[in-house]
């Protein structure tokens, strides 16, 4: 099932973007082109390869951003590049490196988790070091940015003015990155996960506040995300890949009739074309652009920026302005496109490893009690990858603080084993012998 599964969605795929995609955003270069039916046939072969080692039940809640990872990069690059880049022979070494990095990353899994000792630490001072630290963060965005009593109308315009308003490598930037990277997704997730009301209610005022600043839209969908892979996990644990690939067919299948029917394009928009096609569509982008000019070995992270080191323009502003004449235009890819254009295809095995190693550290941080509330919060890295460079995401994305946070809330909600593990004494009851007069 599994296997009819992973085709049927390719083929989907493939309509959707013949049908919805290239015909609206043809102009900025999601092109229609014309593949020999070798590599279409090849596409679908790949994209099905990886049905041998995907898990067909959750083990380990890493494995919902690795799933995450197969559907959305993964599939999508088996086919967009070779109608971005034409050719044929050409292209075929990207989805080729893509497939084998993504089976070293399942790799991963053969790796025994990792004893990593927790502090003492119970709920109650987890509980109050955590809401505090969330108002610190939003009186700070208050008093140094000031939050939007209205919803933002124009996102693009709020974008260009946060970005104006909070720098990269500052502290405004900083702050933001983790009050919505990391303390609003952690706290909606301990609140679905964990069933605590009080982190739920202020990841959502969290989500919501910052959306006013930054209007991203992510961070609106996120707890809405939230919810169907909390859905998925407790009902579908078994079968939790399968019901992933029939939700985006769904969704594929929505844009297409919207487009057919009522000749809208608003699932595509914001759903098919955003997550699916956007990212294989940039890194096509990347891979073409950097393996003919030098690569930026890192120089939009902040060691090189603390020292001097850093580049003029980001990756993402170099692709925007060679491909769509603007730097403004933010084109961010996945953590393997970033790789590829900071050291090629060794900085995508860097990537690959890195990603690995953080999944091992949470999967061995990972209790029964705090299973869901991991995997909530691992579909939320796998977001921040599919769409962005990995280095970049450790504060950007908030990832590393994440991990930090995970690690003292499972200290927190850790089982307590008494100091000594040996039984107690069994004492036997003892016989009094009387030694004169009456007993």
Known sequence: ???????????????????????????????????????????????????????????????????????????????????????????????????????????????????????????????AGWVPLAVVSMVFLAVKVGFRLELPTDVYDVRMAARNSMPGATLSAYVAAIAQRCIAPVSVAIGIGGRRPLFLVLGLLMALGTFTLAAEKTLVALPIFFVVVAALCTWFRRSFGLMLIAALMALLTTSICEYMMLDGAVMSAHGSRRVLFVPAHLTSYYWEYYSGHPYAFFSNWIVARLFGTGGILTPSETIGLAYFGTADSNANANLWASGFADMGYPGMLLVTIAAGCIFRVVDSLTQPRTFLTASLIMSAVAIVWAEGALQTSLLSGGVFPILIMFYVYSSAVAPRRPASHRPAPRYRRSVIVPTGGRF
Do not use: K
């Open 1 to 127: 099932m599994l296997l009819v599964a992973s085709i049927a969605y390719a083929w989907l795929l493939n309509l959707d973007y013949a049908t919805v995609e290239a015909p609206i955003f043809g102009s900025t270069g999601l092109v229609l082109g014309s593949p020999p039916a070798m590599f279409v046939w090849l596409g679908y072969a790949m994209a099905a390869l990886p049905v041998l080692w995907l898990p067909l039940d959750l083990r380990f809640p890493s494995q919902v951003a690795y799933w995450w990872l197969y559907v959305v990069l993964l599939v999508p690059l088996m086919f967009v590049p070779y109608h971005v880049l034409g050719g044929s022979w050409r292209v075929l070494p990207l989805p080729g490196t893509i497939l084998t990095l993504f089976g070293l990353l399942g790799a991963f899994y053969l790796v025994p988790r990792i004893r990593i000792p927790l502090v003492y630490l119970d709920e109650r001072t987890f509980t």
